[in-house]
T-cell receptor, first 119, second 106 residues
Framework: QVQLQESGPGLVKSSETLSLTCTVS?????????WGWIRQPPGKGLEWIGS???????YYNPSLKSRVTISVDTSKNQFSLKLTPVTAADTAVYYC????????????WGQGTLITVSS | DIQMTQSPSTVSASVGDRVTITCRAS??????LAWYQQKPGKAPKLLIY???SLESGVPSRFSGSGSGTEFTLTISSLQPDDFATYYC????????FGQGTKVEIK
């Protein structure tokens, strides 16, 4: 059973960089499939941010592509998200997730972490 | 970009009711559609993938159908644990979620 846990600062200042890490347990991040980030503004719906395949290939939401970087650290079994610069519109619960096949079916999710962007 | 539109936004129903939620894609996505259930303060949970395939462990009262641009999620007999928000997601091209449908107690 794959388990994912997000970590990072809960508060980020506007115009700065949001950095989050997802630690994977129960499986190797190199074993296959997609690892991704999805966010949910308070009271709103879900938005896919981007994904990284186990090979290292990255895929980003076109609306966020210019501000997003996703990377993987296989030695730590972690993958990370960087979003810069941030604005108040980036305030959301950020989830890391993984697929169970070679498609974007998100079978495993972290518990989510609320990131607030302050001015 | 593929847009996903769910209807209705809210469903008021009673235990035992049959509930149907519709999801429409702005262009054809074949059967590359998933449904998720989300409860307050929790991460979404995968219910159905490939439009009609039930995820392991999900009760059989949940079913999905459709292809192309129109899809439905049906709960055959609503149970107390089913009051939640439901999201469709296309994965034919990247990943896009619908805006969600809240199933509330009537």
């Amino acid at each position: 059973q794959v388990q994912l846990q997000e970590s990072g600062p809960g508060l980020v200042k506007s115009s700065e960089t949001l950095s989050l890490t997802c630690t994977v347990s129960g499986d190797s991040i190199s074993s296959g499939y997609y690892w991704g980030w999805i966010r949910q503004p308070p009271g709103k719906g879900l938005e896919w941010i981007g994904s990284i395949f186990h090979t290292g290939s990255t895929y980003y939401n076109p609306s966020l592509k210019s501000r997003v970087t996703i990377s993987v650290d296989t030695s730590k079994n972690q993958f990370s998200l960087k979003l810069t610069p941030v604005t108040a519109a980036d305030t959301a619960v950020y989830y890391c997730a993984s697929t169970t096949s070679g498609t974007y079916v998100w079978g495993y999710w972290g518990q989510g972490t609320l990131i607030t962007v302050s001015s | 970009d593929i847009q996903m539109t769910q209807s209705p936004s809210t469903v008021s129903a009673s235990v035992g009711d049959r509930v149907t939620i519709t999801c429409r894609a702005s262009q054809g996505i074949s059967i590359w559609l998933a449904w998720y259930q989300q409860k307050p303060g929790k991460a979404p949970k995968l219910l159905i993938y490939k439009a009609s395939s039930l995820e392991s462990g999900v009760p059989s009262r949940f079913s999905g159908s459709g292809s192309g641009t129109e899809f439905t999620l049906t709960i055959s007999s609503l149970q107390p644990d089913d009051f939640a928000t439901y999201y469709c997601q296309q994965y034919n091209s990247d990943s896009t979620f619908g805006q969600g449908t809240k199933v509330e107690i009537k």
